[in-house]
C-alpha cells in the first residue's frame, strides 16, 4: 500500500509555470506506475499523465502535451508534473495517482488506479 501527497499548487498567471509534486510513502515506489489527473470545477477528472516505474516512458493528454512533463525520482519517492506555458483552462484539483505493478501500455482511466492523493488546488488567471 502506498500513500500519497501533492503539493506545489497555487495561484499563477496564464503563461507562467508551476511544479507540483508527490511524495509517496512506502519502500516500494518503483514497483508503482504513477499518474496525476485533475478535476476541473463542474467537469469530470480527467486523466493527464502517467510514467513507468524506471520513467523511460510517458504518456500525456492532448490536452497538455508539449507543455506538462511527469518525472520522478524512485530514490525521493516522488513523482513530479513540471506545467509550463499554463492557461486559465489548465485551473482544476491535481490529484497524484498510483497503480501497483510496472504495467504498460500507459493506464489513463480512473479505475486503473488503487491510489490516490488528496489533491492540489492550480488556479491559472488570465
Known amino acids: 500500500q502506498v500513500q500519497l501527497v501533492e503539493s506545489g499548487g497555487g495561484l499563477v498567471q496564464a503563461g507562467d509555470s508551476l511544479r507540483l509534486s508527490c511524495a509517496a510513502s512506502g519502500r516500494t515506489f518503483s514497483m508503482y506506475t504513477m499518474g496525476w489527473f485533475r478535476q476541473a470545477p463542474g467537469k469530470e477528472r480527467e486523466f493527464v499523465a502517467t510514467i513507468t516505474w524506471s520513467g523511460g516512458s510517458t504518456y500525456y493528454a492532448d490536452s497538455v502535451k508539449g507543455r506538462f512533463t511527469i518525472s520522478r525520482d524512485n530514490a525521493k519517492n516522488t513523482v513530479y508534473l513540471q506545467m509550463n506555458s499554463l492557461k486559465p483552462e489548465d485551473t482544476a484539483v491535481y490529484y497524484c495517482?498510483?497503480?501497483?505493478?510496472?504495467?504498460?501500455?500507459?493506464?489513463?482511466?480512473?479505475?486503473?488506479?488503487?491510489?490516490w492523493g488528496q489533491g492540489t488546488q492550480v488556479t491559472v488567471s488570465s
Open positions: 495517482v498510483a497503480k501497483y505493478g510496472r504495467t504498460w501500455p500507459p493506464p489513463v482511466r480512473e479505475y486503473d488506479y488503487a491510489y
